[in-house]
């Protein structure tokens, strides 16, 4: 996702699990009993964590009621989900759609719509709501269940506060947000919910967003406790005594202090969520093996932006331990999240508040003696309503990436600034530019590669990517590593930077270290189709199909090559193939479209590129290709419409804008085409067609000087173009300049167009 809504990570500290109640002997388990000293030397496995609440009930069913026991759901019919009856419709100015929220037969759904042609309702589409992401504390955000077993986040979230509304969730204000086509990766899951059944799969992309039908339903105990079986086995076991049962689970209460605050910090530590990176998981880590008690830079390293670029104070979802660990009360005392959350229940309102006043007042008794306001034992009555030690060093704060959430600052301040914490903010998100530095800087002394690592940070997401390249380069170079990540990663930066021709090779030499690694396969395919090596390109996607069949950006990707290789039928194949797997895919539909325009099946055509527009509104290459279409069919009104969506959904596209201008001259609205084809010149001024379309534009406009400019800038691009030449010749003879028209006319008939050379002998010869 960029991700699911964050405010719905659970809440507070993680989950210390008192043990003093345990059973001795659970007979019902029917494990077979083994000496303990074999049981410790078994490696504990994740279980059904029903079965811990045959010993711990009590704790089990207040544990479900907090945020974190309700964080992920499968939505069932009593659900308090939000309003999907009165007011259940939203209009997303940023993107122009619609959105309706509706219940049905039990069963609930999210709406899109927009308003097309002639006033008309256009791309209807709606999903089912499968899950539940978020207890509803701050939010809640909704999911639906592919026929593929993969999760994708619908855009419209629910949204607590001021009783409650319909809001769009996070990241989707905004004009190319991404509708119905935001997978939840596990990445995202890794926070949200218990680690699913799949969690030993190290896998590609694909696999690492499958989840199937056998997926958990919220945070359980073994987030924090660790995996379960070794406990439970023990517990079962004739004659283990109580310290031995304890000693077969993590209790978080008995870890050191780091280790106790890596507990937490697994899911509250996100230095941001948006691309820097946060942190990326070393090498051999797979997302759902990190276990309570280790220690967490062995799972994964974090990064943060370089102080002073602006970030400092930005408050996000799941910064909790990260705002903590910036405050004087941490630095400068054993604080740990669990001495003021006991994460099996939750607290609320005043209760809530005058357990934290009464925290506080342990360690600052003596706080505000010389005068007001006074901290005194009558302070514990403090209530949510009245002015207390929360109100004045960690009140409540807008939260920068989820704009619509209001969550307590965890950064405890002396003063608090003179600033307005709960006004409405807009959601903007501003790329970082700039050096990814260490969120510990120490850190990456202490590892192999740590060299390494760091360069890779830097390029990760783009945000330091020219400096970023030549550091990960020579830290290749110096270290010379085995694993095919570090290669694999300088070819992906040469690619964000445009250079294909550096990034194959270091795909290439990713591969020589594993031949069937998933991300190096499909890049290496998707590069050289972008470098225009179709043959090449061809080559590596057949071999990347091999090892992904049902990979659908390796399929689509494919596809794409086979259509510019002029093999249709190839095309067809293997641009079905992705569709059977996943026909929500805008790019293989245009791609089919396409095939179908090459077989002259305007019909089938189409109806691809309404159906690709469906799936993403703002695609603008499926809107001018549709303009094409009903262009040809001579519905004029219709294709000017789906050009100005293409327009508007890419101003950038330089083809699209040239397609819209030569669109308007066969319409007789030249001033209009002129704005059109300038506009393609300047995005891109090295294609001699655009300057010779402008040209001959101004020509018939009466403006000869400026067709003249055009017409040189196009020689001066392609010396041996003979139109241009041509096109030059007739200008200046036209001006009365005989002798510079001759000589271009001359230069023309040597053209390889038999047309070209045959109209400036013919000039020659007037």
């Given at each position: 996702m960029k991700r699911a809504l964050h405010s719905q990570r659970c809440k507070g500290a993680l989950v210390l699990l008192g043990l003093s109640g345990v059973c001795v002997a659970i007979v019902c388990f029917r494990y077979e009993p083994l000496p303990v000293s074999v049981l410790a030397q078994s490696r504990p496995e994740y279980v059904d964590s029903s079965l811990c609440t045959r010993c711990h009930a009590d704790i089990a069913a207040s544990y479900q009621q907090t945020g974190m026991g309700r964080s992920f759901h499968r939505v069932s019919g009593g659900d308090q989900m939000g309003d999907f009856t009165a007011h259940n419709a939203l209009y997303n100015k940023a993107s122009d759609r619609y959105y309706s929220m509706l219940e049905r037969d039990g069963k609930f759904f999210e709406q899109r719509s927009q308003v097309g042609f002639e006033g008309q309702q256009s791309n209807r589409m709606e999903k089912r709501i499968d899950y539940v992401v978020g207890s509803g504390n701050h939010a809640r955000t909704y999911l639906h269940l592919t026929d593929e077993g993969k999760l994708i986040e619908l855009p419209v979230s629910w949204y607590g506060e001021l009783g409650g509304s319909w809001r769009m969730s996070p990241g989707y204000d905004r004009s190319d947000q991404e509708d119905f086509r935001r997978p939840i990766v596990a990445e995202c899951m890794f926070c949200h919910n218990a680690y699913p059944s799949r969690s030993g799969q190290g896998g590609t992309r694909e696999d690492a967003e499958i989840f199937g039908d056998r997926?958990?339903?919220?945070?359980?105990?073994?987030?924090?406790?660790?995996?379960g079986s070794l406990h439970i086995k023990v517990a079962a076991t004739q004659g283990a005594n109580l310290e031995a049962i304890r000693n077969a689970i993590v209790n978080p209460?008995?870890?050191?202090r780091e280790r106790q605050m890596d507990v937490c910090a697994q899911c509250h530590l996100e230095t941001t969520s948006t691309p820097l990176p946060h942190s990326m998981l070393k090498i051999g880590r797979t997302p759902f093996s990190y276990?309570?008690?280790?220690?967490?830079?062995?799972?994964?390293l974090s990064f943060d932006h370089n102080a002073g670029m602006g970030y400092d104070?930005?408050?996000e979802v799941a910064q909790q331990a990260y705002r903590l660990r910036k405050s004087a009360c941490f630095l400068k005392s054993q604080l740990t999240c669990i001495a003021c959350h006991d994460p099996h229940q939750e607290l609320?309102?005043?209760?809530?508040?005058?357990?934290y006043v009464e925290v506080c007042i342990g360690c600052h008794s003596k706080a505000h003696a010389s005068g007001l306001p006074a901290v005194h034992p009558d302070a514990v009555r403090a209530t949510d309503q009245k002015p207390n030690c929360l109100t004045c060093h960690m009140w409540g704060r807008r939260t920068d990436d989820a704009v619509h959430v209001?969550?307590?600052?965890?950064?405890i301040q002396r003063y608090k600034p003179d600033r307005n914490f709960l006004a409405p903010i807009q959601e903007i998100a501003v790329p970082y530019r700039g050096e990814v530095v260490p969120y510990d800087p120490g850190s990456l002394a202490k590892i192999p590669h740590g060299d390494l690592y760091l360069a890779l940070a830097q390029v990760e997401h783009g945000s330091n990517l020219a400096a970023g390249i030549a550091q990960l380069q020579q830290s290749i170079e110096d270290d010379k590593p085995d694993d095919p990540e570090f290669y694999f990663a300088l070819g992906a930066a040469y690619s964000k930077s445009g250079q294909y021709d550096k990034a194959v090779p270091w795909y290439e030499e990713a591969l020589r270290h594993r031949a069937e690694y998933p991300q190096a396969l499909r890049a290496l395919?998707?590069?050289?189709?972008?470098?225009?090596?179709?043959?090449?390109?061809?080559?590596?996607g057949e071999r990347a199909t091999v090892v992904l069949p049902n990979d659908t950006a390796v399929l689509t990707n494919l596809g794409d090559v086979y259509l510019r290789q002029g093999n249709l039928d190839k095309a067809k194949a293997v641009l079905q193939r992705a569709l059977v797997i996943n026909p929500d895919l805008p790019d293989a539909t245009v791609y089919m479209g396409l095939a179908l325009v090459r077989e002259r099946n305007l019909v089938g055509a189409e109806a691809s590129f309404r159906s690709a527009i469906n799936l993403q509104p703002d695609f603008a290459t499926a809107h001018n290709d549709l303009a094409s279409v009903l262009a040809a069919k001579a519905h004029y009104s219709e294709a000017q419409f789906h050009l100005q969506k293409a327009v508007e959904a890419n101003p950038a596209d330089a083809g699209i804008r040239h397609n819209y201008g030569m669109f308007l001259v066969r319409l007789g609205s030249p001033d209009r085409a002129l704005v059109e084809l300038r506009e393609a010149v300047r995005l891109e001024p090295a294609n001699v067609s655009f300057h010779l379309d402008l040209g001959d534009l101004l020509v018939k406009t009466g403006m000869g000087l400026q067709a003249e400019l055009e017409f040189r800038a196009a020689i001066a691009l392609d010396d041996e173009n003979g139109a241009a030449h041509l096109k030059l010749g007739n200008l200046l003879l036209q001006d009365g300049q005989a002798a510079p028209a001759a000589k271009q006319f001359e230069l023309a008939t040597r053209s390889s167009d038999s047309g070209v050379r045959q109209a400036a002998l013919n000039a020659l010869r007037r």
């Amino acid at each position: 996702m960029k991700r699911a809504l964050h405010s719905q990570r659970c809440k507070g500290a993680l989950v210390l699990l008192g043990l003093s109640g345990v059973c001795v002997a659970i007979v019902c388990f029917r494990y077979e009993p083994l000496p303990v000293s074999v049981l410790a030397q078994s490696r504990p496995e994740y279980v059904d964590s029903s079965l811990c609440t045959r010993c711990h009930a009590d704790i089990a069913a207040s544990y479900q009621q907090t945020g974190m026991g309700r964080s992920f759901h499968r939505v069932s019919g009593g659900d308090q989900m939000g309003d999907f009856t009165a007011h259940n419709a939203l209009y997303n100015k940023a993107s122009d759609r619609y959105y309706s929220m509706l219940e049905r037969d039990g069963k609930f759904f999210e709406q899109r719509s927009q308003v097309g042609f002639e006033g008309q309702q256009s791309n209807r589409m709606e999903k089912r709501i499968d899950y539940v992401v978020g207890s509803g504390n701050h939010a809640r955000t909704y999911l639906h269940l592919t026929d593929e077993g993969k999760l994708i986040e619908l855009p419209v979230s629910w949204y607590g506060e001021l009783g409650g509304s319909w809001r769009m969730s996070p990241g989707y204000d905004r004009s190319d947000q991404e509708d119905f086509r935001r997978p939840i990766v596990a990445e995202c899951m890794f926070c949200h919910n218990a680690y699913p059944s799949r969690s030993g799969q190290g896998g590609t992309r694909e696999d690492a967003e499958i989840f199937g039908d056998r997926i958990p339903e919220g945070i359980d105990c073994q987030r924090c406790h660790g995996p379960g079986s070794l406990h439970i086995k023990v517990a079962a076991t004739q004659g283990a005594n109580l310290e031995a049962i304890r000693n077969a689970i993590v209790n978080p209460g008995r870890l050191t202090r780091e280790r106790q605050m890596d507990v937490c910090a697994q899911c509250h530590l996100e230095t941001t969520s948006t691309p820097l990176p946060h942190s990326m998981l070393k090498i051999g880590r797979t997302p759902f093996s990190y276990r309570p008690g280790e220690p967490l830079t062995d799972y994964r390293l974090s990064f943060d932006h370089n102080a002073g670029m602006g970030y400092d104070d930005r408050m996000e979802v799941a910064q909790q331990a990260y705002r903590l660990r910036k405050s004087a009360c941490f630095l400068k005392s054993q604080l740990t999240c669990i001495a003021c959350h006991d994460p099996h229940q939750e607290l609320t309102g005043d209760d809530a508040t005058r357990h934290y006043v009464e925290v506080c007042i342990g360690c600052h008794s003596k706080a505000h003696a010389s005068g007001l306001p006074a901290v005194h034992p009558d302070a514990v009555r403090a209530t949510d309503q009245k002015p207390n030690c929360l109100t004045c060093h960690m009140w409540g704060r807008r939260t920068d990436d989820a704009v619509h959430v209001v969550m307590t600052d965890h950064y405890i301040q002396r003063y608090k600034p003179d600033r307005n914490f709960l006004a409405p903010i807009q959601e903007i998100a501003v790329p970082y530019r700039g050096e990814v530095v260490p969120y510990d800087p120490g850190s990456l002394a202490k590892i192999p590669h740590g060299d390494l690592y760091l360069a890779l940070a830097q390029v990760e997401h783009g945000s330091n990517l020219a400096a970023g390249i030549a550091q990960l380069q020579q830290s290749i170079e110096d270290d010379k590593p085995d694993d095919p990540e570090f290669y694999f990663a300088l070819g992906a930066a040469y690619s964000k930077s445009g250079q294909y021709d550096k990034a194959v090779p270091w795909y290439e030499e990713a591969l020589r270290h594993r031949a069937e690694y998933p991300q190096a396969l499909r890049a290496l395919a998707a590069t050289l189709a972008a470098q225009g090596d179709l043959p090449s390109a061809a080559a590596a996607g057949e071999r990347a199909t091999v090892v992904l069949p049902n990979d659908t950006a390796v399929l689509t990707n494919l596809g794409d090559v086979y259509l510019r290789q002029g093999n249709l039928d190839k095309a067809k194949a293997v641009l079905q193939r992705a569709l059977v797997i996943n026909p929500d895919l805008p790019d293989a539909t245009v791609y089919m479209g396409l095939a179908l325009v090459r077989e002259r099946n305007l019909v089938g055509a189409e109806a691809s590129f309404r159906s690709a527009i469906n799936l993403q509104p703002d695609f603008a290459t499926a809107h001018n290709d549709l303009a094409s279409v009903l262009a040809a069919k001579a519905h004029y009104s219709e294709a000017q419409f789906h050009l100005q969506k293409a327009v508007e959904a890419n101003p950038a596209d330089a083809g699209i804008r040239h397609n819209y201008g030569m669109f308007l001259v066969r319409l007789g609205s030249p001033d209009r085409a002129l704005v059109e084809l300038r506009e393609a010149v300047r995005l891109e001024p090295a294609n001699v067609s655009f300057h010779l379309d402008l040209g001959d534009l101004l020509v018939k406009t009466g403006m000869g000087l400026q067709a003249e400019l055009e017409f040189r800038a196009a020689i001066a691009l392609d010396d041996e173009n003979g139109a241009a030449h041509l096109k030059l010749g007739n200008l200046l003879l036209q001006d009365g300049q005989a002798a510079p028209a001759a000589k271009q006319f001359e230069l023309a008939t040597r053209s390889s167009d038999s047309g070209v050379r045959q109209a400036a002998l013919n000039a020659l010869r007037r």
